[in-house]
């Protein structure tokens, strides 16, 4: 079965209806692909969803439940493979991806699966370790692209 990735924004988008990303998240959960996210980006988009959207917990978790998304938890492969994904990639000011978005990486790379975000920083280290992606707007509406070597 083929697999995708989320990453917490995705997730977030989809579950707070943010356009276009929710419309272009939806049909990826209906799909009958299974869709994945760690336990790590799980949580922050709880977070968010409770503290900055206001969400209340039971709905959250409803609404949780009839996405379909598996929740993945982190083994020692996996937090190595974080690890040495933020220790190769991450710059304060150029790419400064978090250990939650390279948890997602880490899954999306074990998995050879896209990973669903609009994150640039994030988008930029999946590109550069050969991984694949499925770049969403970002808040601005703009999708990102690979820097083309000229």
């Known amino acids: 079965m083929p697999v995708i990735v989320l990453d917490a924004y995705a997730l977030e988008a989809y579950l707070n209806d943010e356009l276009p990303v929710a419309d272009t998240v939806e049909p990826l ?3 009958g692909e299974q869709v ?3 336990g790590i980006n799980l949580a922050e988009t709880l977070d968010r969803m409770i503290r900055v959207h206001g969400m209340p917990t039971a709905e959250l978790e409803a609404n949780l439940l009839g996405t379909g998304v598996h929740v993945t938890g982190v083994d020692e492969a996996a ?3 974080a690890a040495r994904l ?3 990639h991450y710059h304060r000011t150029n790419r400064a991806v978090s250990i939650a978005d390279c948890c997602a990486a880490a899954l ?3 998995r ?3 990973l669903v975000t609009s994150d ?3 988008l930029g280290l999946i590109s550069d370790e050969n991984g694949r992606y499925m770049a969403l ?5 703009t999708v990102w692209a690979p820097k083309r070597a000229d």
């Open 36 to 38: 994945l996210i760690s």
């Open 29 to 31: 959960l209906l799909s």
């Open 112 to 114: 050879d699966a896209p």
């Open 79 to 81: 937090a190595f493979a």
């Open 108 to 110: 999306a790379l074990d």
């Open 86 to 88: 933020r220790a190769t």
């Open 120 to 122: 640039p920083a994030l």
């Open 137 to 141: 707007p970002d808040s601005t509406g």
